[in-house]
């Protein structure tokens, strides 16, 4: 059984920065391409970022680019997502999972298997 710990919940000022990150147990993350999505409240949830196996190749949705940059550390079996020029609309709860495979075919749940129960992060005005 997979097992996933998250950072804990973020508290921001707008314009500030962050990390959070998530760790799977009982998977080898280096098989498959990882991602991270959010919700907002009354939102549904939305992709962020999906990073592929070898952390080469790395596909934003369009309102975080040049903002956020996600990483992984395959030895560790985590996912990071360094967030910069942080917006309050920006305020959500942050999924990571684990891809179904090695590639990022598309930024969608579908594509997506494991997940992490959610990392709250506020963004204040």
């Known amino acids: 059984q997979v097992q996933v710990v998250d950072s804990g919940e973020k508290s921001v000022q707008a314009g500030g920065s962050t990390t959070i990150s998530c760790t799977f147990y009982s998977l080898s993350s280096r098989d498959f391409s990882m991602g991270w999505f959010r919700q907002a409240p009354g939102k549904e949830r939305e992709g962020v970022v999906c990073i592929n196996w070898s952390g080469r190749r790395v596909d934003y949705t369009d309102s975080v680019k040049g903002r956020f940059t996600a990483s992984r550390d395959n030895a560790k079996n985590t996912l990071y997502l360094r967030m910069d020029s942080l917006k309050p609309e920006d305020t959500a709860k942050y999924y990571c999972?684990?891809?179904?495979?090695?590639?990022?075919?598309?930024?969608?749940?579908?594509?997506?298997?494991?997940w992490g129960p959610g990392t709250q992060v506020n963004v204040s005005a």
């Open positions: 999972a684990v891809g179904k495979d090695k590639s990022c075919p598309q930024l969608a749940e579908s594509e997506f298997r494991y």
